[in-house]
């Protein structure tokens, strides 16, 4: 296939995975898809994963996220977790999690730690033991094993590994894991979406043993879920001092699909939806949106849009831009300039948002 004048540019960061330049993507998607297309499925194949959502006609329908996959018995839904034997959809429920777990002292390195009560002043003395970081309480930082995107820079991809392991921890084994030094619990993976009917009933178990204590519900996620467990997780949060940090990947959709193989909609919609409950509870922050600046594609074009679209939602949302660092797929790539995360952090705030902040600094490269 022949490439754009840009693209052959030696001057332009052009991921050999990805093959095109991010105007190229952005302008001439359909001519650049069916390439990128096969690349993602290839990529998929390694892991035995779907190459695509399953969509067969007599299968049963999965509405967990955006994906909607039919499977067919025998057959498996693009995250790999949920799978159809003898009738039934199986994986990622209350009794069969695929999910490992570990505590981490706070103040951890979690995206919202700049905002949220286990790194700040926030929340105290409702949601937080301190007037500052949450110095001998610790987070249960919660990793699911599944995913409902494939992102080409996934910076914890080795889950792909034990996706179908088929390991099975009930939510009462997790929920068991909470102490009286637990302050928080952060779901994130992976992504938390697949395996979502797990996570929110081992998060009503975990807040029941607490009885009333301090006990923060908090997720990171790329916001793909039906809007049935978007609700719920809200919920979860708002009434725990929690907060769910959406990870917007890029702001055209064209460019999402590139990097990570699936549509952004319903990532957008689901925070325009979380946007409409900040005043709920306005401290702690409730709503965090992260975005990783890949270098040569998540642009000052995507960043302004991302910003303009958080900003005509509410101005006071935490937007973190994270450093990019070279992994997986997209090990080619440099790591994000100083020069360009800076940049950013400008047009950011440029759009009116009073809340930024650049993340894994030292992941930033002088250049």
């Not at 297309?37 to 035995?48: A, L, M």
């Not at 929110?200 to 006990?215: D, P, Q, V």
């Not at 997209?330 to 940049?343: C, G, I, Q, R, Y």
Request: proline share 6%; net charge neutral.
């Amino acid at each position: 296939m022949s490439k754009c004048e840009n693209c052959k540019k030696e001057s332009i960061l052009i991921s050999k995975t990805i093959g095109f330049c991010v105007d190229c993507i952005r302008g001439n998607f359909d001519e650049v898809w069916p390439s990128i297309k096969e690349t993602h499925s290839e990529i998929r194949r390694v892991f035995n994963l779907p190459t695509e959502p399953p969509k067969d006609i007599s299968g049963t329908p999965c509405n967990i996220c955006v994906n909607e996959c039919r499977i067919p018995e025998g057959g498996v839904g693009y995250c790999g977790i949920r799978y159809k034997k003898e009738g039934k959809l199986h994986g990622g429920y209350p009794h069969d999690g695929n999910v490992t777990w570990y505590h981490d002292p706070l103040p951890t390195n979690c995206v919202g730690d700049w905002v949220c009560p286990g790194g700040t002043n926030s929340g105290y003395p409702e949601y937080s033991h301190c007037k500052g970081p949450e110095y001998g309480y610790k987070n249960l930082a919660v990793f699911y094993n599944s995913c409902s995107f494939n992102c080409l820079f996934c910076q914890n991809w080795h889950y792909r590994e034990q996706t179908l392991s088929r390991r099975s921890v009930t939510a009462q084994e997790l929920a068991n894991s909470v102490d009286e030094y637990t302050s928080c619990i952060c779901y994130f993976g992976g992504d938390p979406t697949p395996q979502l009917p797990h996570a929110i009933k081992a998060s009503k178990l975990a807040l029941e043993k607490r009885n009333g204590k301090i006990l923060r519900i908090c997720w990171e996620t790329n916001g793909t879920m039906n809007k049935k467990y978007l609700k719920q997780m809200a919920d979860l949060s708002l009434i725990s001092g929690g907060c769910i940090k959406f990870d917007i990947k890029a702001w055209s959709e064209c460019v999402n699909m590139a990097l990570c193989g699936i549509t952004n909609q319903r990532t957008i919609e689901n925070f325009e939806y979380l946007a409409t409950r900040i005043n709920e509870r306005p401290e702690p922050p409730f709503l965090i949106a992260s975005t990783l600046l890949v270098p040569g594609y998540v642009d000052i074009q995507e960043v302004r849009n991302i910003a303009r679209f958080i900003a005509s939602l509410n101005k006071e949302v935490p937007y973190s831009l994270l450093a990019f660092h070279p992994n997986f797929y997209m090990n080619d790539l440099p790591t994000t300039s100083k020069k360009h995360a800076f940049e950013c952090k400008r047009v950011a705030e440029d759009e009116g948002l009073k809340n930024v902040k650049i993340g894994n600094v030292h992941l930033l490269s002088i250049n």
